[in-house]
């Protein structure tokens, strides 16, 4: 009876109006279900907590639910009792309350995350229990990481989380390397067949450990963990146990994107061991060390690159592992690291590299090759047109593959076909014709074959192709934009089908209500995957064809903008990212088709077209509405990113746009979603924040890195008048320059205001010169590199843009900025940084420029010419060779008495592959023509050249511009 009274209180609770009717009884019902739970019969304690798991459901938005938080212990206790009779079905309705209870805006949980959490942890380790319950197990400790992971770091549960993690990839006989090898994650010591089941709990395990330990890296703060992360991997790595050495690279790979900023800064003394691993004695730890090396490879750019002399031979050796998977993993380092290296780092290792990668394309096991097809075709990207002499060889091997019908041969078609596209973009489109055609027939079977994948890589060729082959494709635009659209158009959701006695099952009274129909949702992999590729080609197409998509750009349009089923409203976000990301192409072909070739210059309100102004309503309402409604991060972030094109591509005419519903102004909505962004108060920033921010909160990368680039445009198309718009974004974006920010954080943030001084001009550098200097005083003395590059460019802008504040200041600045003009002998190579070295060559340059009198010429020029040439941001040469061309030519005669290494550094920026400005070129020739045919300067000119000699190269080089 006592059980049968929990069950009606249960059902009571369920109906919205009688719920609502028990609210204030709320008190009366806890001590209720207290005393049930602690009922000596156990039906009656399941009964009750049954009970109290729908009250929990039913009052999770009204502050009487919080009545209930005293029953949450005695729950945590019957479900433990329930454990061992073997309820498991009640045990899983328990854990999927306390996912619930973990949801709530509400603290309901908050004084039981310590006993929940090794409670759950207990039985995910729980073989004996059912896979659906250590499932929810799972998904719990994941729900706790995610949304409350400030209140484990208070309760110093961090680092015992750790622990219990790292055992369990520790013990498991599976590979640590991620999830590159789950489709069939042997285990370690390669079992027999009987041993499967017992190897899919074992993968189970430690699949779910990994998630949980990447989510940890991703949603508990650095300052809580990164640090008890990274001791617990030292020590593995250092054990005697191979199985400990395996998990502690294992994590080190797993935790890499969540810990990115804080394993950039310690990098050199991480990488020893890890390339130490590389080379174990034991397979297995070879393998999660290759694994950790590609996550470092893809997440800690750019600063991994700097060490690429001690990565490569290391990695170009477990090549030649005797085992696949090591071989595999080591693949899959080449694909993430080679694609961002620069050709000429690269082409010294491009031979030994290309004979190793083709010989595993050879390799019997399909997923080898699959990954060397990978590491190809980042290699290809990376080497530029040095790919031309191995091209013919890799296509000649791709051909067979690439028109095979053979199902099992669709991955490694598809991933053949991918290559193909990579291959292109390296060559460009005239060293690609040849073969461009044999890829567009594999690509028109590939699309009619019922198999996702191989459609993905189709479109993904589609894609990069256009890029190079570009208005090649006007021909293929009737055939292919109909097809992509009706990939595109497929729907998300489909009716919902059952059995008879299923649907009997289901609750008449919401079937009646309004007489909707049920929906299921899509969630196959293979559908979100081919559905974004069909986005993304469709963008490139009208990128990169430009007025030709014109005739499409309606039935476009009309696909992407759908309400309701539309991809822009998708409920995928990897969809909608994409959809965001590629709108802007839309009105780029809008504006091409209609007369607009050239973005206006700064200030200047153009004349928009009626079909342009049409297509920019459209546009410019999605971006905004999503920059701060979307959920997500990451389609947020790709709709700024899309704003700020259309932005630099209309113009100020864009901003007088008036949106139809709210009668403002595109510009004001603008403004005013940014100052939301900056104050981290848009949905995406907060919809999924249960606990209470602090100052010590690490942003999101994307969405603010991606707000303070819109910002900068936007400086760059107003100008001057965008100074009152920056003052409201200038307080909430100094706090990010505070020193208990990520070094990503302040980097973002100087970064940000150098580009609007420069953008918006004196107005604005003596506005903020006194702020700003004690931030870049400090900033071009930080460990990271990417502080001080930025820190550089800001005190070049500011002294460029408020000398008359800064002039008595300069000698004091000049001796900030002086350690970083040295470019020391093992930084005159590619890849290995300079970016601050150059940034801060220019900032001298532009103080020379903006006070030359201020400047000891003497002193600075020789330490200015000796860091040349530029090794890494290329567009800083124009400030640099503008001042040392105005200097010449205006006589100066500490310029003049140093012009023999003037005209190497002219010479430097002129010669083959050089990666200068074409502007900065002319700058340097129009200097060397100069001095050449200027009788005035005919002798010192004469001297400087006669000095030379022993450096042909350099005077062939002068001679050429001066007759040029």
Known sequence: MRALCFSLLGQLAETESVSDFLKPHTKTISDMILAGCGDASHDVAVAAMSAATVFIGALSDSEEVMHLKGVLSPLLEVMQKCLQTGDEEVVTEGLEMLQESVAMD?????????????????????????????????QTIMSIIELRPKLLSKLNMVEPILQVFVEAIAK?????????????NRPLEEEDDDDDEDYTLAMESQEIAQMCLDRMALSISSKAFVGPALNICSQCMESADKNMRKAGCAVLGIISEGCCDAIKEMLPAILPRLLHAVQDAEYFVRESACFALGQFSEHCQPEILYHHQAILPVVFAALDDPRNTVQGTSCYVLENFCENLQSQTLLPFLPMLMERLIRLLHNPKKSTQEMALAAISATAVASEIHFLPYANAIVEVLKPVLFSSEPMQFSIRGRALECLGHIAVALGGEHFAPYFEMGMRSTMQGVQIDEDELKEYSYTYIANCAKVMKNVFDQYLSHLVPHLLDVIRQPELSPYTAEPDTLDSLNDDEEDEGGEENYHLTVDEGFINTKKAAICAIGSLADH????????????????????????????????????????????????????????????????????????????????????????????????EGLESCVGLLGVACLTLVEEESKRTYGDLIMHNILALLKEKAK???????????????????????????????????????????EQFAKPLLKFTKKNRSYTDRAMAIGCFAEVVSAVGPSAGAMYAETLLPVVRAGVADSMENVRRNSAYALGVLCENAMDQLSPSILQILQWIYPLCVRE??????????????????????MIMAAPSAVPLGQVLPVLISALPLRSDFGEGLSIYTCLAGLVKDQNPDALSLLPRILVAFAQALEDGSQYTDETKVIVISCIKYLSSNEQYREVFSSAHGSLQDQPAVMHIIDAASKS
């Open 106 to 138: 509400l603290p309901l949980i908050n004084d039981h995350v310590q006993y929940i959490v090794p409670f759950t942890i207990s039985i995910m380790g729980n073989f004996d229990l059912e896979s659906s319950t250590r499932s929810a197990a799972g």
């Open 684 to 726: 995406c920033q907060t919809v999924f924040q249960h606990e209470e921010e602090d100052d010590d909160q690490d942003h999101d990368n994307l969405v603010m890195d991606a707000v303070c680039d819109l910002v900068a445009t936007l400086a760059k198309v107003v100008g001057a008048d965008f100074l009152p718009y920056f």
């Open 825 to 846: 002998s093992t930084e005159v190579v590619s890849d290995v940084g300079g970016a601050d070295i150059d940034n801060a060559l220019a900032a001298v340059a532009r």
């Open 172 to 184: 498991s006989d599976c590979s640590g390397a991620g999830t590159l090898f789950t489709t069939r």
């Open 545 to 640: 064809t430009g007025a030709a998509f014109f005739p499409y750009l309606e039935d476009t349009l009309n696909v992407m903008l759908a309400e309701q089923n539309g991809v822009l409203w998708s409920f995928h976000r990897i969809i909608r990212a994409e959809a965001l990301l590629n709108l802007q192409y839309f009105l780029k072909v809008s504006c091409l088709s209609n007369g607009m070739v050239e973005p206006p210059a700064k200030g200047k309100l153009v004349q928009i077209d009626p079909v342009t102004k049409r297509v920019s309503e459209a546009v410019f309402s999605t971006y905004i509405n999503a920059m701060v409604s979307d959920v997500e991060k990451l389609p947020a972030a790709y709709a700024i």
